[in-house]
């Protein structure tokens, strides 16, 4: 697996860097800039770009503009967002696109270099992976015409976890149930949510992306 790193930090970036390579990953390019970052993507075609929110000259969002410009240029790149801050504007911009491919992770909340990787993988294959704040705060800026009506309190926690990229293994050690309730969860959230039958994972990703959009 091949990833740019984005982080006007040096410290961070070094540092997230040597880590990673430890992992075996293959850091292709370490960048402080956003303009740096859309370079060195056009140049090495990565299999995920790891990129902070608040980067040069205005530190405000220039990150996340680097990350859709990325999605428009190069659909086929997964875009981590690893970062302090939760940014739902532009983060709506890039789930409207496609929830395909797309990492946004806090950065006090990545402490198990074994999970960072595995999420790492999972977005560099397609999926994707939101941190539980900002699967929070998405939920409550929904809209007012909830596409998820349909699914009880229960399916919508099993659904906040297939979102936050969890196996069904995963989910039932969370919940505390077993694999075979959860599977029956998910077929029930995929029937409400009228997703054609088809391949399994592509389905999850179908019904994170309608989480997304509420």
Do not use: W
């Not at 075609?45 to 929110?53: E, G, L, Q, Y």
């Amino acid at each position: 697996m091949r990833v740019v790193i984005a982080d006007d930090n040096l410290i961070v970036r070094d540092g997230l860097a040597a880590i990673l390579r430890e992992a075996g990953v293959v850091v292709s390019a370490q960048v402080g800039t956003p303009d740096e970052l859309l370079d060195e993507v056009e140049r090495h075609r990565p299999d995920v770009a790891i990129v902070d929110i608040r980067m040069p000259p205005t530190h405000t969002d220039e990150g996340l503009r680097a990350a859709y410009e990325i999605r428009a240029r190069h659909p086929d790149v997964g875009i981590l967002i690893l970062s302090e801050f939760v940014e739902l504007g532009i983060v709506n911009r890039l789930v409207t696109q496609s929830a395909e491919g797309l990492g946004y992770l806090l950065k006090d909340r990545v402490t198990e270099l074994e999970d960072f990787v595995a999420t790492l993988q999972r977005v560099a294959d397609g999926g994707s992976a939101l941190d539980p704040k900002v699967l929070s705060q998405l939920f409550c800026s929904g809209r007012a015409e909830d596409p998820l009506g349909p699914l009880t309190q229960r399916e919508r926690e099993v659904l906040a976890l297939v979102a936050e990229g969890r196996t069904n293994r995963g989910i039932a050690e969370q919940m505390v149930i077993t694999e075979g309730s959860v599977q029956k969860y998910v077929t029930s959230i995929f029937g409400k949510l009228g997703l054609p039958a088809g391949d399994a994972d592509h389905r999850r990703v179908l019904s994170v992306l309608a989480y997304l959009r509420q």
